[in-house]
């Protein structure tokens, strides 16, 4: 009877929660987005916002987007179904913000000048998390330079490329424990961008200006160059100009996603193919530069860019594929839509309220086949 009622309890440990609670899904085939994106945030070409540039942008839990505008020293918030013309929300003032990142928690992460600082949602406060880095060299604390990135992963660990060529990790419990994983003294270069894959043992790739991207181990000692801008220039013109300020990690197809501001669009970098290096997925107009990418857990794409035109926008190419799905560790909930985009959008929806049924009726039928075995065993039991 004993083990009778340990396996029970093992049944319902493994039967209860979602049928999938992994943060991360995989991809089958490469994801193709809509040729047009929809602004999401900013394209307002009035006097106020004239001069709006996204350095970098983060989703919260309720589908807001804020966006980092050093030149206007200020951190926006774009509200969920966003018209063109909206004024944003002022959540940040009398900043010089370049890299934002959003946690479970919907507390914002920002660098300002030499410092990252925390905007909590719950109180509203703003606190400095850290200014400083301990340095091996000189056994002592350093400042940082200007962080231009910043990512948190599901190891409660949060990671800063800062302009002194450096990617350090802290434990967000002890702002002091830091790790200079790489410097200008062991590095390949300035670092502009970084992103962790957690499927690959947190190894991490940046941006080392100006189009160059870089693997490199989770302790930073070995590091591998895996798009190197001037093959892709070789294979086109000798007289292109690459910029490369933003990258996302496909680790389960091998492919990565790249901005390429200069020539204004997006590319799909293969790992393991050298025949498909440097693919446009998305040419932007001449007039418009792409800064920072993300994807949302939809797998739409998101651009931060700077156009002449229109200013600085954030736009959403949607997911033409909304079946595929793409290795992504995410430890933030961006799940974004858009109401104007009503034929595609109602697809994606559709897709997400499936995945929401199939898993309250994964935990209906678990619960059903737990009291069903419970009342079989009590009444063996007492009839025994």
């Known amino acids: 009877m004993d083990k009778l009622l340990m396996m029970l309890t093992m049944v319902s440990l493994l039967g209860f929660g979602d049928a999938d609670s992994s943060q991360s899904v995989s991809c089958t085939t490469n994801p193709t987005w809509s040729p047009n994106g929809l602004i999401v945030a900013g394209g307002n070409n009035d006097s106020v916002y004239r001069d709006f540039r996204p350095f970098d942008f983060a989703f919260d839990s309720q589908h807001n987007v804020y966006v980092a505008d050093p030149d206007e020293t200020q951190i926006l918030m774009y509200p969920y179904n966003y018209t063109i013309g909206q004024v944003p929300t002022v959540v940040v003032s009398n900043v010089s913000c370049q890299a934002l990142y959003i946690d479970n928690y919907d507390n914002l992460y920002f660098g300002d000048r030499g410092s990252v600082k925390i905007l909590n949602r719950t ?138 501001g200069i020539n204004h669009r997006i590319i799909r970098w293969s790992l393991s193919n050298s025949s498909q290096q440097g693919q446009v997925i998305i040419q932007l107009p001449n007039t418009t530069s792409p800064r920072r990418i993300r994807l949302d857990k939809d797998k739409n794409l998101y651009v931060g860019a700077i156009d002449d035109v229109t200013r600085g926008q954030v736009l959403k190419y949607i997911n033409c594929n909304p079946n595929q799905t793409i290795m992504m560790t995410t430890s933030t909930t961006t799940a974004t839509t858009y109401t104007s985009m009503t034929t595609t959008t109602s697809i994606a929806n559709s897709t997400s309220n499936v995945a929401a049924m199939n898993s309250v009726a994964w935990n209906v039928a678990t619960l059903y086949i737990f009291v069903s075995i419970t009342m079989i065993i009590h009444f063996l039991y007492f009839m025994a």
């Open 123 to 260: 109180t509203g406060n703003v606190t400095v998390f850290t200014n400083s880095y301990y340095s091996k060299i000189f056994q002592e604390y350093q400042p940082l330079v200007s962080p231009s990135d910043l990512y948190i992963d599901s190891k409660s660990r949060l990671y800063v490329s800062d302009r002194g060529m450096r990617v350090i990790r802290y434990l967000l419990d002890q702002p002091n424990n830091s790790t200079v994983l790489t410097d200008a003294s062991s590095g390949p270069g300035i670092s502009q961008c970084i992103f962790i894959d957690e499927t690959d043992n947190n190894a991490f790739y940046t941006c080392i200006w100006p189009s160059t991207i870089v693997k490199f181990t989770n302790d930073g000692a070995n590091w591998t160059t895996v798009a190197d801008g001037k093959t892709l220039a070789s294979n086109t013109s000798a007289n292109v100009s690459l910029s490369f300020d933003s990258v996302i990690v496909d680790s389960l197809t091998q492919q990565l996603y790249i901005s390429d």
